[in-house]
């Protein structure tokens, strides 16, 4: 089992920045690929980011490549996530998760997942 708990999230003006943080317990994560995901009102969840665990390879969804990047923290068990040059249209409640599909982008290949944080961008 691994749980996971995302905290940073908050409310924020268009052009700002915030960082978000996946907090990793239970099993090692060597194994997996973690990845970040979002959901608006009314729409359905859709990938972000994903980092494998243990090479530290990055894939990025098209919205977000050049303002968001991902990362993992070893020593604290913690997979991050950047947000810079964020726009309305980034609001959501975003949640981590873990796979064993390290090419894992479907929400349904993620076995674990945290419960959210959310982030609100004003224009």
């Known amino acids: 089992q691994v749980q996971l708990v995302e905290s940073g999230g908050g409310s924020v003006q268009a052009g700002g920045s915030l960082r978000l943080s996946c907090a990793a317990s239970g099993r090692t994560l060597s194994s997996y690929t973690m990845g970040w995901f979002r959901q608006a009102p009314d729409k359905e969840r859709e990938f972000v980011a994903r980092i494998m665990w243990s090479e530290s390879r990055t894939f990025y969804a098209d919205f977000v490549k050049g303002r968001f990047t991902i990362s993992r923290d070893y020593a604290k068990n913690t997979v991050y996530l950047q947000m810079n040059s964020l726009k309305s249209e980034d609001t959501a409640v975003y949640s981590c998760?873990?796979?064993?599909?390290?090419?894992?982008?479907?929400?349904?290949?993620?076995?674990?997942w945290g419960q959210g944080t959310q982030v609100t961008v004003s224009s």
């Open positions: 998760a873990a796979s064993y599909n390290p090419w894992a982008q479907d929400p349904a290949r993620y076995d674990y």
